[in-house]
């Protein structure tokens, strides 16, 4: 059963120190309600003691230990939490008020004895309950049966506590199994585990024979070696942690370089209870747009490590935040390794992102360069929950920043785009592409400029979707390449233009809409505008790219009536000027438009035949 329970073999080590956290937690409560135990708490701690010649390890601490009855209750009866009886008597005592110390000190698991049989086939258990002179010894080889043994007198130990000894499994790479007898491995698995467990966990050697040197002789120092760090920095107060200690955290727990931009040191009291410290990156990770990404942070419950990425605990637009959270009480699986369905999760989840957008928030208007480096690093991420965190909408607009023709190089927000726009204008107005530069030249935003209407530049590929249907402040966003231009001007008079255009939409009619003139343009010849509600063409390729073949938007190609081009083409047309040169000077019209907003056109090999004979009739 504990096979089919447990992915990874480490973790037995883990239960057993956890286990063993919770019997000091336990003498720690108990001695301070009763004065006159007799037991020794000025020094609480686990040891470990490797053995690579017997091929034993020792996991002992000196906590409260079991009484006989204690042992075959707990030890014998599979998932039997002795933790979680004294939790319930713990909350019975509190709504008494007569609890004498706090709740949360202790944890609360079962099973975790049994995972010892993952590496081990003989485990030995001796322990002695404080405040008494006997002792007792559980043995079991994990076949459905064990032994239980009274000690007494020269077998009792010193002290009390518990003491687990498992003779250990062969190493087998195949197979996980690591050799448990190696100090290497058990400090790279205490490391990963229990190194905030609050107590200290002391590697123990055995002492070496004359003329042998031991793993470590050179390196290690004299006597015990704690292995845990302790330095939970979350649960410290931030005014008492210095920035150079968050540093060193933050590059522990993210594998790092780079210095934390922020830190986000949060602490929630109430109905329940947890704690959490997230850092802000500098800058990104290099697998930040990968597919296969892990985001979230790790998930610690009492300080013991559950998982390294918990994606539950954060939305994947906020996927380069790294830390930890450290919660109270959470819905696990009886092997610790996966999260039910709990309520206080949903909960947390909320708070940490009303927590780290209310950061950016409060960066964006306090420490504008130190924003600015965010933004540039992480703000097409942030941008991601425009379309997918409804909730969080109007705060993350309000945290956003955007290119905007109203400034050649630097960026502005929402709030001072609406302080700025004209009495006249009523809507938000935006131009997405690949790039700031190729955006400033499109045609699209002539007339806008020319009016003094300011246009936001957008180049991050999730603007083409979450722009749909989007409002600030009861503004709607308009695409200045969609729709017809309302610029408060008069609309140009179609009067002596009705042949041109209505020859154009017969001869492009397998690649535009219609034609029609605008007031949009104010130097180039002709521009293509879509529907209000048509896919962009980034989007169409957006959607190819992905694997979706969607049908082409035909767009509407609109004309400038005041410039030279359209107006010579007028009176060629008029005129009835032969059909080949025309439907040469109608595709190259076509084709220029394509190209002023950064487009591709459909045969680039046919479009520069046409554009040669169209230059060689000129030139003849």
Known sequence: MIH???????????????????ALDKLRLEAYQDKDLEADASDLHIELRPDPEAHTLTIADNGIGMGRDEVVDLIGTLAKSGTGELKRKLEAAKQAKEQGASAELIGQFGIGFYSAFMVADHVVLVTRKAGEDTATRWESEGHGTYTVTDLAGDQVPAQHGTAITLHLRAADGDDSLHDYASEHVLRTVVRRYSDFIAFPIRLVLPAAKDGETTEADDAAPSGPETLNSMQALWARPKDEVSAEEYADFYRHTSHAFDEPLETIAVRAEGTFEYQALLFIPTMPPFDMFYRNTKPGPALYVKRVFIMDHCEALLPPYLRFITGVVDAQDLSLNVSREIL??????VMIRKRLVKRVLQTITAMRENEREKYDTFWTAFGAVLKEGLLDDQDNRETLLKASSFASTFSADGTTGLAEYVSRMPEAQDVIYYAAGESRRQLESSPHLEAFA??????LLLTDQVDELWTTGAEFDGKRFVSVAKGEADLGGDAPEAEGFESLTAWLAKTLEDKVS???????????????????????????????ASGQEVPRTRRTLELNPDNALVLALREKVGDGEPADDLQDAAEILYGTAVLAEGGAVDDPAEFAAVLARQLARNLG
């Open 340 to 345: 039910q369905n709990d309520r206080h999760l």
């Open 514 to 544: 219609g034609v029609r003139l605008t007031s949009r343009l104010t130097s180039s010849p002709a521009c293509l505008v879509g529907g209000e509600f048509d896919l962009s063409p980034q989007l169409e390729q957006m959607y190819r």
């Open 450 to 455: 020319a009016k003094g209407f300011e246009v």
């Open 4 to 22: 089919s329970v447990y992915s990874e073999k480490d973790v037995f080590l883990r239960e057993l120190i956890s286990n063993a956290s919770d």
